[in-house]
């Protein structure tokens, strides 16, 4: 039932966001520029990069760590800024251009569109797999076997449900029973999806009972909400999870506790992991919180990049991976893991590297 829940809701989210079909979101004329980089690709040591924007995205930070990290190496990364959302591992397994600028790229202050064909890329783990299997919002143009992992780097988030006291719940199983008129704000990941159907929450039956579902875009303190469910908890302040913070700040939050066997379930079907919210993660969280939680972004490539390239950015990501900490996310490299693609395979060149400092088996 998880699974197929995953599916649907990987499903509506490919059908209903803008960098999927990009034309009803395009900006008009003159807003944004197409810039003209030179030669790129790998005889050039010039190579564009999937990234995102520069206002602590995730994929655009970690992409200003490889751009610094490789350049010793001679290597000049151009960073895409507007190759990210669900983009990234098409982009990267097409060798594709670009898209256009939407309206959200311009929110997050990228303007500028690259004119070069993107040679790898950064995205989130899960995301990787998915689009390699050719599975939930990568089923109608995937499978993208010819995708490879460079270098894993984690990057916590936890499973979180808050409510305001005043609703007087213990247990998201009352919103259903009492048939509680609540507005959720959840993030729509297909990890909390699960969530919801679990105890029995489903759109349609929260609006009859006069609630809704409200996604975290545009979120303030004066945001009317009941319920918080999101699994992007973390106090940093990046555009995924930043709300967490405004809205804990603002407001006293009730943190609730979810049922083991739905823990178990995150942990057998949704690709997460067991975790604990301890103490003082968010204003609020007063005590340590059993819960699921996922780590990983991903730099990846395709098969045809060649093994001294793919080397020198394993090598160059290890070599200065003690920078990751100064960025906004709470990144850091992990021996054991930067290696694991969850089934994508590893690069080839990558591989070697990490035999060579014993991280591999």
């Given at each position: 039932?998880?699974?197929?829940?995953?599916?649907?809701?990987?499903?509506?989210?490919a059908?209903?966001?803008?960098?999927?079909?990009?034309?009803?979101?395009?900006?008009?004329?003159?807003v944004?520029?197409?810039?003209?980089?030179?030669?790129?690709?790998?005889?050039?040591?010039?190579?564009?990069?999937?990234?995102?924007?520069?206002?602590?995205?995730?994929?655009?930070?970690?992409?200003?760590?490889?751009?610094?990290?490789?350049?010793?190496?001679?290597?000049?990364?151009?960073?895409?800024?507007?190759?990210?959302?669900?983009?990234?591992?098409?982009?990267?397994?097409?060798?594709?251009?670009?898209?256009?600028?939407v309206?959200?790229?311009?929110?997050?202050?990228?303007?500028?569109?690259?004119?070069?064909?993107?040679?790898?890329?950064?995205t989130?783990?899960?995301m990787?797999?998915?689009?390699?299997?050719?599975?939930?919002?990568?089923?109608?143009?995937?499978?993208?076997?010819g995708?490879?992992?460079?270098?894993?780097i984690?990057?916590?988030?936890?499973?979180?449900?808050?409510?305001?006291?005043?609703?007087?719940?213990?247990?998201?199983?009352?919103?259903?029973?009492?048939?509680?008129?609540?507005?959720?704000?959840?993030?729509?990941?297909?990890?909390?999806?699960?969530?919801?159907?679990?105890?029995?929450?489903?759109?349609?039956?929260?609006?009859?009972?006069?609630?809704?579902?409200?996604?975290?875009?545009?979120?303030?303190?004066?945001?009317?909400?009941?319920?918080?469910?999101?699994?992007?908890?973390?106090?940093?302040?990046?555009?995924?999870?930043?709300?967490?913070?405004?809205?804990?700040?603002?407001h006293?939050?009730?943190?609730?506790d979810?049922?083991?066997?739905?823990?178990?379930?995150?942990?057998?079907?949704?690709?997460?992991?067991?975790?604990?919210?301890?103490?003082?993660?968010?204003?609020?969280?007063?005590?340590?919180?059993?819960?699921?939680?996922?780590?990983?972004?991903?730099?990846?490539?395709?098969?045809?990049?060649?093994?001294?390239?793919?080397y020198?950015i394993?090598?160059?990501?290890?070599?200065?991976?003690?920078?990751?900490?100064?960025?906004?996310r709470?990144?850091?490299?992990?021996?054991?893991t930067?290696?694991?693609?969850?089934?994508?395979?590893?690069?080839?060149?990558?591989?070697r590297?990490?035999?060579?400092?014993?991280?591999?088996?």
């Amino acid at each position: 039932m998880v699974r197929t829940l995953l599916t649907a809701l990987a499903l509506w989210i490919a059908a209903a966001t803008p960098v999927v079909t990009l034309h009803a979101a395009e900006v008009g004329p003159g807003v944004g520029q197409t810039e003209d980089v030179g030669t790129t690709g790998y005889a050039t040591k010039r190579l564009v990069l999937a990234s995102a924007c520069s206002e602590a995205c995730p994929w655009g930070e970690l992409g200003e760590f490889l751009r610094d990290a490789v350049r010793p190496d001679g290597y000049e990364i151009i960073l895409c800024r507007n190759c990210n959302r669900t983009e990234g591992p098409r982009l990267v397994a097409n060798a594709a251009l670009p898209p256009p600028l939407v309206e959200d790229d311009l929110r997050h202050g990228t303007t500028r569109r690259i004119n070069a064909h993107v040679d790898f890329g950064i995205t989130e783990a899960s995301m990787l797999g998915w689009a390699y299997r050719g599975q939930y919002i990568y089923a109608k143009d995937g499978p993208y076997i010819g995708l490879r992992l460079i270098a894993r780097i984690e990057d916590p988030t936890y499973l979180l449900v808050a409510v305001k006291p005043q609703l007087g719940i213990s247990s998201l199983a009352e919103i259903r029973t009492r048939k509680l008129p609540v507005r959720i704000i959840t993030d729509f990941q297909p990890s909390v999806m699960p969530v919801l159907e679990y105890y029995g929450i489903d759109r349609k039956s929260l609006e009859s009972w006069g609630g809704s579902l409200v996604g975290t875009k545009d979120i303030t303190a004066a945001t009317p909400f009941d319920v918080v469910i999101s699994s992007l908890a973390s106090p940093a302040n990046n555009p995924e999870s930043a709300f967490w913070t405004t809205l804990t700040v603002a407001h006293d939050l009730k943190f609730l506790d979810l049922d083991t066997a739905l823990i178990d379930q995150l942990v057998d079907k949704a690709d997460m992991v067991r975790a604990t919210a301890r103490w003082g993660l968010l204003r609020g969280v007063d005590r340590a919180i059993p819960t699921a939680g996922r780590s990983g972004e991903v730099v990846f490539a395709r098969a045809d990049m060649p093994d001294d390239i793919a080397y020198a950015i394993a090598r160059a990501i290890d070599r200065q991976r003690g920078e990751l900490k100064w960025f906004v996310r709470p990144y850091s490299i992990d021996p054991l893991t930067v290696g694991n693609g969850r089934g994508v395979p590893l690069h080839g060149g990558a591989a070697r590297y990490y035999r060579e400092k014993h991280y591999l088996d």
